[in-house]
Each structure stands twice: as structure tokens, then as C-alpha cells.
């Protein structure tokens, strides 16, 4: 649980699953603020999960995220907990449709 931790770091290992520059990242995450996601991504880069790489080319400056092989590792973990997700919440979904109509 060490790697995978916490409210956010198993969303952004799965928006990671294909390389992303910072900006997109935080465009498929809105819903983490920008030092959040800056903070879980140093820990995930601390941990081994993700590299980063700067192109210092020309300006503007951009940074690349994608996992580290040791991180895709956890990719079929990360794709079960999805689709756990997914399942679970559609059960939810007529669960709660139930108990409104009574």
C-alpha cells in the first residue's frame, strides 16, 4: 500500500499508463489541485513508479510523466481496481434506484 497509498496516486498511475506531459495530466485530474498532484508525483518519481523527464529544447518549458517499468508492473492491479470500480458503482447505481422508489 506503500506505492499505491492515499486518495490519489492510483488515479494518476492509471492516467499514466500511457506517457503524459504535466499539463495533460492535470487536465484528465481536476479534481486534484495543482500542488497535490505536484507532491504525489514527486513521491511516485521518489518511489520508482514514474519518471520524469524535462525537454530543455525551447522554450516553453515541458515536463514528461510515464511509468517506470517497475510501475507498469501495477498496471493490471490498477485495470482490476477499475473495473471493480466501475462494476461496483453501476450495482450502486441500482441499489440506490431501489431504495428512492420505496
Same mark, same amino acid.
Request: charged share 25%; no cysteine; net charge positive.
Given at each position: 500500500?506503500?506505492?499505491?497509498?492515499?486518495?490519489?496516486?492510483?488515479?494518476? +498511475?492509471?492516467?499514466l499508463i500511457e506517457k503524459k506531459r504535466y499539463n495533460e495530466l492535470r487536465k484528465e485530474c481536476p479534481m486534484i489541485t495543482e500542488r497535490t498532484l505536484s507532491?504525489? +508525483?514527486k513521491e511516485l518519481e521518489a518511489d520508482g513508479l514514474v519518471t520524469r523527464t524535462v525537454h530543455t529544447d525551447k522554450a516553453p518549458l515541458k515536463v514528461d510523466y510515464e511509468l517506470t517499468e517497475f510501475g507498469r508492473t501495477l498496471i493490471p492491479l490498477l485495470e482490476?481496481?477499475?473495473?471493480?470500480?466501475?462494476?461496483?458503482?453501476?450495482?450502486?447505481?441500482?441499489?440506490?434506484?431501489?431504495?428512492?422508489?420505496?
Open positions: 500500500m506503500k506505492y499505491i497509498g492515499g486518495k490519489w496516486k492510483a488515479v494518476i +498511475l492509471i492516467h507532491l504525489q +508525483l482490476s481496481i477499475a473495473r471493480w470500480g466501475r462494476e461496483t458503482a453501476s450495482r450502486t447505481e441500482g441499489i440506490q434506484q431501489v431504495i428512492e422508489s420505496k
